[in-house]
């Protein structure tokens, strides 16, 4: 049976070792915390997914090297960590089929996972698991479907068969740079729902934020060339919807701080910060029109407050939709 491997030892890379061992496959789980990893081996619960216990046949390891008995290895880190991760271990991951699991856009050089991967990893063709999931629902084997994307159909058929368990449900693309901007936009949206909910301004305010943010989204993956199809699917408009309306989503639950002047761990995953500024600084240079993400990067960087980034977003021209 081909050993599935997991880079990446927090919410997500949990959660998904959980449910494809729950599906009888071969997974080995690694992290680079090895005080941590150790810990999870013989406690078989992660701090990080309360109440969920890892079944005893997923391999858990320190040793990077164990990737090399791996058919996929799934790259389940934060965005920023990417190409650390990738300059440090690429060596040992190259010549594997990739899939990024994390969702944004890098903040040193622009770029989406793929194209990390890629440049780092030359001897892989790489792929995308996106869409909306949480990991508690998925780690509880909740129904989930996701957008598994890979440029070449083969691996992607093969991935798809692979990763699939009947209650992760993945649906197959070809459009990979359409499935990773929707995943990393709609978190930047997500924080800006928070925004508009922990403020006080209401949830037709919400709908109206949703609704043009996901113009914005498809506005900046078209000029990327990514499919309208796309950004309408799981990895799109699945994940605005679920991020922008739940409290369970870290972006909606950071921009809800904001809004409502509350503190906010830091140490808590924000994928869309960083994405955010990334995001408004390419859209600035290409002259695509953001000014929902333009909104976000100047809140949460403290160049405007959330009274001036709204009384701007109001006074904008009136317009066709
Ligand atoms: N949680 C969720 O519900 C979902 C998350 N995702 C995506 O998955 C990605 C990961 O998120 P999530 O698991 O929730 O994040 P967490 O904050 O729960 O965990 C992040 C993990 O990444 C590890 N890590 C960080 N930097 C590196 C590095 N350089 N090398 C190796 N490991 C590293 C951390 O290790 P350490 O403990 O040592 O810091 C930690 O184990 C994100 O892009 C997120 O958007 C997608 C769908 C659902
Ligand atoms: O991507 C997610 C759900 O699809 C998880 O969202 P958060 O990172 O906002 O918690």
Redesign the pocket.
């Known amino acids: 049976m081909t050993r599935i491997g997991i880079?990446?030892?927090?919410?997500?890379?949990?959660?998904l070792a959980v449910a494809l061992a729950q599906a009888g496959r071969a997974v080995t789980l690694w992290?680079?915390?090895t005080a941590?990893i150790e810990a999870l081996r013989t406690r078989r619960e992660s701090p990080?997914?309360n109440g969920v216990i890892l079944p005893e046949t997923v391999s858990v390891t320190a040793e990077i090297g164990e990737m090399a008995a791996c058919g996929p290895v799934l790259l389940?880190?934060?965005?920023q960590?990417?190409s650390?991760?990738l300059t440090?271990?690429g060596a040992a991951l190259d010549g594997r089929t990739l899939v990024a699991?994390?969702?944004?856009v890098d903040l040193a050089t622009g770029r989406g996972p793929s194209a990390l991967i890629a440049e780092a990893c030359p001897g892989t063709t790489p792929a995308v698991l996106?869409?909306p999931?949480?990991?508690?629902?998925?780690a509880r084997g909740l129904p989930t479907a996701l957008t598994l994307a890979c440029a070449d159909a083969e691996t992607g058929a093969r991935l798809q068969e692979r990763l699939s368990t009947p209650a992760l449900r993945l649906y197959r693309s070809l459009d990979v740079i359409g499935a990773e901007l929707g995943?990393a936009l709609k978190?930047v949206m997500a924080i800006a729902s928070g925004i508009v909910i922990g403020s006080g301004l209401g949830e037709s305010a919400r709908a109206a934020l949703i609704t043009r943010g996901f113009a914005e989204m498809q506005r900046f993956a078209r000029a990327y060339g990514a499919e309208p199809e796309t950004l309408a699917g799981l990895s799109g408009f699945g994940d605005l919807v679920l991020t922008c309306t739940s409290a369970?989503?870290?972006n909606f639950r950071y921009g809800a701080a904001l809004g409502e002047g509350a503190y906010f761990d830091p140490q808590?995953?924000v994928?869309g910060a960083a994405t955010a500024r990334a995001v408004a600084a390419i859209a600035k240079a290409r002259g695509i029109d953001m000014p929902v993400t333009q909104s976000v990067a100047h809140v949460i960087d403290g160049r405007r407050s959330i009274q001036e980034a709204v009384k701007i977003l109001l006074s904008r021209p009136l317009k066709e939709e």
């Open positions: 880079a990446g030892a927090g919410a997500f890379g949990v959660a992290g680079r915390d941590g990080r997914l389940a880190v934060p965005m960590a990417l650390g991760l440090q271990h699991c994390c969702k944004g996106t869409g999931s949480f990991a508690a629902d998925i995943g978190n369970q989503s870290r808590i995953t994928e």
